[in-house]
C-alpha cells in the first residue's frame, strides 16, 4: 500500500502460522514505525537459524550440532526413549519437565493414503536404534489421533522380537477437564482404562 | 530450547505484536519444520524494509521514495486535506475508500505531560503547508480519544486564521453497532450530535 517492500513485508509476514492479513499489516506498520531495530534483529535470527538449524543425526530433533544436546548429555537416561511424531513434541515433554529419557522423532506418522509408509518417517533408523543402543523401554508418545494410534501400534509390533518394553502415554480426561466438557469418545476410553486408585 | 540460535529466533519473534510466548515457539517451529525458504523471505524482507522504508517528504506517512504516492498522485484532489496521527489511519481511511484527498501524517498527538508538544508532532510543518498548498478544507482525523481530541482542538485554533475550512470526522454510534453494546459516552455523544433525517 505505502510502497512495493511494504506490501511485500506484509506478504511475507503471513507466512507465520494464524497470521491473517490484518495481523501481517499491524506487524509491518509496528515495526517501520516504532521497532526497526528490532525487525534487523528479527531478519537477523531468520537468517541464522534457516542456515544453522538442521536434524539431529540420531533422534531427527532440531540442532545447530551433528548430534543434539540431548542425545549427547551424560544426564539424561539412555535406558529411556520417547518416540514423538515431531520436535513441537519434543519441545512440549521437555517443558512439562516429566521426562529424563532421550527422544526419537519421527518426523510425521503413519498415513498409507498420502504414502507416507514405515520407511518415510523413519521406522528402520529407530528399529536399529532399538537394537543398538542400551533401551530398555520405548514411550510411544504419538499423538491420540487416530493416525496417532495406528503408527504406535504399528511400533509395538515391529518391535515385539527385541527385548524392549514398550509403553503408551496414557490417554483420559485432561487435567482440570471437567467431566461435561469433554467429549464422549474421551470420555468413554477413560472409563474403560480406569485406574486402581492407590 | 533446541539450540541457542532455535531460543534467539523465538525471542525475536517476539517483538512482534501480539505475540507471546507459546505463539513464538510454535512460529519458530513452523518455520524450521515447514517453511525454511519462507524464513528466509521474511528475513529478506524484513531488511529491505527497514532500509528502503521511511516517511515522506510532504505528508510524513510511509514511502520507498522522497515524496509518496500520494503525494505525488495527480488524481488526488489537492485542495483536500486528512490530518491523522499515524500511517496506519492512512492504511484505515485508503482502505474504506471514503477519501480522495492527500494526507498529513502528524507522528502522534499533543501530551504535554510527556513533553509532546506542537513542534514534536510538527504542527509549525501543517500550518506552513496549509499556508502553501492550495488546500482548502482539512479533514481532522485524529483519533476519538481524549488526547485526539485535543490535538483537533489545537489545531482547529492554530489554523483560525487561514482561509481554510476546518472539519472533524463524524463520532456517533459504529455502522452494525447494537445500542446496549455502545458505551454511554459514545450514546451520549451521538445523542447531542444528532442529525436531521435527510
Ligand atoms: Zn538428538
Ligand atoms: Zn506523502
Same mark, same amino acid.
Given at each position: ?51 544453522? !538449524? ?38 512440549? !515433554? ?105
Amino acid at each position: 500500500m505505502f510502497s512495493d517492500r511494504f506490501d511485500q513485508l506484509v506478504q511475507a509476514l503471513r507466512i507465520l502460522p494464524s497470521v491473517g492479513p490484518k495481523s501481517a499489516q499491524r506487524m509491518a506498520l509496528h515495526l517501520m514505525m516504532k521497532n526497526r531495530d528490532g525487525a534487523v534483529q528479527l531478519a537477523h535470527a531468520l537468517h541464522e537459524a534457516a542456515n544453522y !538449524i538442521h536434524a539431529c543425526q540420531v533422534c531427527h530433533s532440531l540442532t545447530e550440532h551433528d548430534i543434539c544436546d540431548i542425545c549427547q548429555s551424560k544426564e539424561r537416561n539412555a535406558q529411556l526413549l520417547c518416540v514423538v511424531e515431531s520436535p513441537a513434541d519434543v519441545l512440549a !515433554i521437555e517443558q512439562s519437565g516429566s521426562f529424563n529419557g532421550r527422544y526419537h522423532v519421527l518426523g510425521g506418522h503413519l498415513s498409507p493414503l498420502d504414502g507416507i509408509g514405515p520407511d518415510e518417517i523413519g521406522i528402520p533408523h529407530l528399529l536399529q536404534r532399538l537394537a543398538e543402543e542400551p533401551i530398555e523401554e520405548v514411550i510411544l508418545a504419538t499423538n491420540a489421533t487416530v493416525e496417532g494410534q495406528a503408527t504406535a501400534h504399528y511400533l509395538q509390533e515391529a518391535a515385539k522380537h527385541l527385548a524392549v518394553r514398550m509403553t503408551r502415554i496414557a490417554q483420559g480426561v485432561p487435567q482440570g477437564g471437567e467431566l461435561e466438557y469433554v467429549d464422549s469418545h474421551t470420555l468413554s476410553q477413560a472409563v474403560h482404562n480406569r485406574m486402581q486408585m492407590k
